[in-house]
């Protein structure tokens, strides 16, 4: 395993725990990403050996990831993230008079934003509530989907990491389009595009160990022409996503992929492991409370707090930890909307902090995570105290 650990400026070891942010580049990623940067060429450039090799090394990419959600290689269209992919999804349905847009309040910024662009546009959305575990009820979104033609649910959360439950949400609205985004859950839950009964999948390298920049977008064949791209110039990726496709992040993401794919069951053991360890030393501690089911979330994901102590203060006491007060997508935003709607008063969102473990996450760095709270928790409370 490589190491998790890093040296500041100021020489001070360093203990990264976001990698729901981004993950640590994956070793396998970064061979691939050079291999293919020396092996250059464009894939639409096949007049020529070297562009119809880059094209096949592109065609293979493009049949692996599919194989790792059981959906066909024409399904499979490389974006510059799931934002993108996201977006292609939500602006062409909601502009083309697909009706009622359905979306749970907890989904990611990139789904929110919009639907609520389309619902200002004169769209009907609605946003399906979740309880305090995160979760969507079933039945609330039976309720919820009456009439939609559209369905918009995250499988795992970017900031509490709740998994949510895809087969029976798609049981309780069988007719409506079902658009999941998997960014955070690929290659940590199993996914099944076919079985599901998926219309379109939004996936993200940067989350498994792959690059920034690239993510995947999977529609199903018949749906294609559902959708159109955000911006022309080109007829790659089929026309839904036009300009030079870069075979070299695809190849990293595919690299990754197929790593993480390859231990994914040893990783979210291991991972669960280390994630209660930490739970459990926090429980000891005054104030403590977790956001959302501790059952039902990814095995890396810790969103919790110290009741009455500020996040971001607790974050200056432990500099050499590396977390995240929200998630990147949120930071500096005014509220938390996936903390507001799991009905958190503004004191508990205050101290909500969230910690994040990835495959380059060892032992040591929860240890010293565990013993740089557990005194940064205590100097707090000695200084209430005193007061």
């Excluded at 890093?6 to 020489?11: I, Q």
């Excluded at 007829?235 to 839904?240: F, P, R, T």
């Amino acid at each position: 395993m490589q190491s998790n650990h890093h040296f500041a400026a100021h020489g001070a070891r360093e203990h990264y725990f976001d990698a729901q942010a981004t993950e640590q580049v994956r070793p396998e990623a970064m061979a691939a990403l050079t291999l293919a940067l020396h092996e250059f060429g464009n894939a639409g450039a096949t007049n020529h050996a070297q562009g119809r090799r880059t094209k096949q090394a592109l065609e293979d990419a493009r049949d692996r990831i599919g194989r790792l959600v059981n959906a066909p290689p024409e399904a499979v269209f490389f974006t510059s993230g799931a934002t993108e992919a996201n977006n292609i999804v939500l602006q062409s349905l909601a502009t083309r008079g697909h009706g009622r847009l359905v979306a749970s309040a907890i989904e990611h910024k990139s789904v929110i934003e919009p639907l609520a662009h389309a619902a200002d546009q004169g769209a009907q959305v609605v946003f399906c509530p979740v309880g305090n575990s995160g979760l969507v009820d079933p039945d609330a979104m039976r309720t919820c989907a009456t009439g939609a033609s559209i369905l918009s649910v995250m499988h795992a959360n970017n900031e509490i990491g709740t998994i949510q439950p895809i087969a029976e949400i798609r049981d309780a609205a069988p007719d409506a389009l079902l658009h999941v985004d998997a960014a955070q859950s690929f290659c940590k839950v199993p996914i099944d595009f076919e079985r599901l009964g998926l219309d379109f999948l939004t996936l993200s390298a940067h989350k498994i160990g792959g690059p920034q920049g690239i993510g995947t977008l999977i529609v199903r064949p018949s749906r294609v022409v559902d959708l159109r791209p955000l911006f022309h110039g080109g007829v790659q990726e089929a026309g839904l996503r036009p300009g030079t496709t870069p075979v070299g992040l695809v190849a990293a993401m595919t690299a990754a992929a197929e790593a993480a794919m390859a231990e994914r069951v040893q990783q979210a053991a291991r991972l669960g492991v280390l994630r209660d360890r930490m739970v459990t030393a926090f429980s000891r501690l005054p104030g403590f409370f977790v956001n959302g089911s501790l059952e039902q979330r990814l095995a890396g994901n810790l969103n919790c707090g110290f009741e009455g102590i500020d996040a971001l203060l607790l974050m200056r006491r432990v500099p050499h930890l590396l977390f995240s007060a929200g998630s990147a997508c949120t930071t500096g935003s005014a509220n938390n909307h996936v903390l507001d709607a799991l009905g958190l008063p503004y004191e508990r969102q205050r101290a909500t902090f969230r910690l994040s473990l990835g495959w380059a996450t060892c032992e040591t760095d929860v240890n010293v995570a565990i013993a740089s709270i557990e005194g940064a928790v205590n100097h707090f409370a000695s200084y209430r105290r005193t007061r």
